[in-house]
């Protein structure tokens, strides 16, 4: 994957629709007699290990979301935002350990080897029943990748993607839109990752691949020479714009400690100044309705 100069995960950065997420969409809930407790008083013991916070994310992390697969650097918008949070709930860097999973891995049943896990998981009905998420930390739409030459090029309309050899990385909800709302005559081509749906792409066996906004323009903008984002779909046709979430062992007590870490970092700016200066985004891609 070719690497990007820190230039362009500020440039032309607008600040994405929702920086602050539902606390409706997280199935952790505050106690009444915990409003005034801090998010580092109500962390102590709360995780793996005494003093330290471990952190899960991908295997590979990829930019924008963690630059150069490098969280501990700080740089890109999640390794930004799992330090804020770490500081808010009383942890100095040295005190942060990271440690890799797979997408699926991080969302099966069983113990985990984190305490938190992040990597663009959308919070889902069905996730539930298997972790435990955070309140929203971001929200997004899907969009869609193609070649300048693509078929795909000038699709305005469903319909016209309906026809199109779609592909995404399996277990996203990027495949889920695909399968549940765009419903494409063929088969979608399931990937392990987004690597995967990539390079199908730049071999032309796909006409176009699906990923979340941030991730489709930076995809278009760094990785795929010769590609574009054609468009954005918007919350319509039962389906909701994304919201990003972290993932917690199921019914993990650390979560009500990380609410408040998030509701902090909503109120005083923090999270949005992060999005503003890891995220691009623009007003000019087209909606696909």
Do not use: H
């Not at 820190?6 to 915990?34: M, R, Y």
């Amino acid at each position: 994957m070719r690497k990007l100069a820190l230039s362009f995960a500020v440039a032309g950065s607008l600040l994405v629709a929702a920086c602050g997420g539902s606390d409706s969409s997280s199935d952790t809930t505050s106690p009444a007699g915990d409003a005034a407790q801090s998010a580092a008083e109500c962390a102590t013991g709360k995780t793996l290990e005494e003093g330290v916070l471990t952190i899960g994310t991908g295997d590979p992390a990829y930019s924008p979301w963690v630059l150069n697969d490098k969280p501990e650097s700080k740089e890109g918008f999640e390794a930004a935002v799992a330090y804020a949070v770490a500081t808010e709930l009383g942890f100095e860097d040295a005190s942060v350990k990271w440690v890799r999973t797979t997408f699926d891995e991080a969302i099966q049943p069983g113990t985990k080897n984190f305490d938190f896990n992040l990597q663009q998981y959308s919070i889902t009905e069905e996730r539930k029943q298997t972790v435990t998420f955070s309140d929203g930390y971001y929200t997004t739409n899907q969009a869609i990748v193609g070649l300048n030459d693509s078929p795909a090029k000038g699709a305005a309309t469903l319909a016209d993607i309906k026809k199109l050899k779609l592909g995404a990385q399996a277990g996203t909800t990027s495949l889920t839109y695909i399968t549940d709302v765009i419903q494409p005559d063929t088969e979608p081509y399931v990937y392990d990752d987004n690597a995967g749906a990539k390079a199908a792409l730049e071999a032309k066996q796909i006409d176009a691949a699906v990923f979340d906004l941030p991730t489709a323009l930076y995809v278009s903008a760094v990785e795929i020479e010769g590609s574009a984002v054609l468009g954005q779909f918007p919350a319509q046709d039962g389906a909701v714009a994304d919201e990003f979430g972290l993932v917690f062992d199921k019914d993990n007590a650390l979560a009500t400690c990380v609410n408040t870490a998030l509701a902090t970092l909503k109120d005083n700016g923090t999270l949005a100044s992060i999005t503003a200066q890891w995220l691009s985004t623009s007003t000019n891609i087209p909606v696909i309705k």
